[in-house]
């Protein structure tokens, strides 16, 4: 599933330069964190990578949390096409598009869905890290799509779970 995004986020004052492998290949990769990314509630199970309707819990019936919950997902990893968008009277924008993940993410439950605030990191070549530093620190626009991991399918867990229950009180029984 893809989540198509438009809204502003925060975008720290800093970030770093990382040598990594993609695909085996010896690669830079350039790393920034970011906050506020606002993600609405009918995205926040995929999100999370659960069942569908399992976060209606967390919700009151006019869309406010019911706690101050803020969920980490560091282990998901969620691919993004787009572009960071800033100042646009200097044509301030990186495009991310290719290997671009947001990592090491947590959701802040707010009024109709979440906060997603997390790491995007991208391949880079040469000087290209520098085109980020004017938007360091900035209030900028995220415009693109996220693509989430597969939902979770719970009822074809409940049956394996089912039948595995049923496979260990048969071999007891015999």
Request: net charge negative; charged share 25%.
């Amino acid at each position: 599933m893809r989540i198509q995004v438009h809204n502003t986020i925060e975008i720290a004052k800093s970030f770093s330069v990382k040598r990594s492998k993609i695909d085996g290949l010896p690669s830079t990769l350039a790393c920034v964190k970011f906050a506020g990314l606002f993600i609405d509630r009918e995205y926040s199970d995929e999100m999370l990578g659960l069942p569908i309707a399992a976060t209606t819990l967390l919700y009151a019936d006019d869309g406010v949390p019911v706690s101050m919950i803020a969920i980490s997902r560091k282990q998901i990893v969620y691919e993004f096409s787009g572009a960071i968008s800033g100042n646009k009277n200097r044509n301030e924008e990186i495009s991310l598009n290719g290997t671009t993940h947001i990592e090491k993410s947590e959701l802040q439950l707010v009024k109709g869905g979440a906060l997603l605030s997390g790491r995007i990191s991208w391949p880079v070549r040469g000087d290209e890290v520098e085109d980020l530093e004017p938007l360091l620190g900035q209030t900028c626009i995220l415009i693109g799509h996220i693509s989430l991991p597969e939902q979770i399918d719970a009822f074809a867990q409940a049956t394996a779970k089912n039948r595995e229950i049923t496979k260990k009180i048969s071999g007891a029984m015999q």
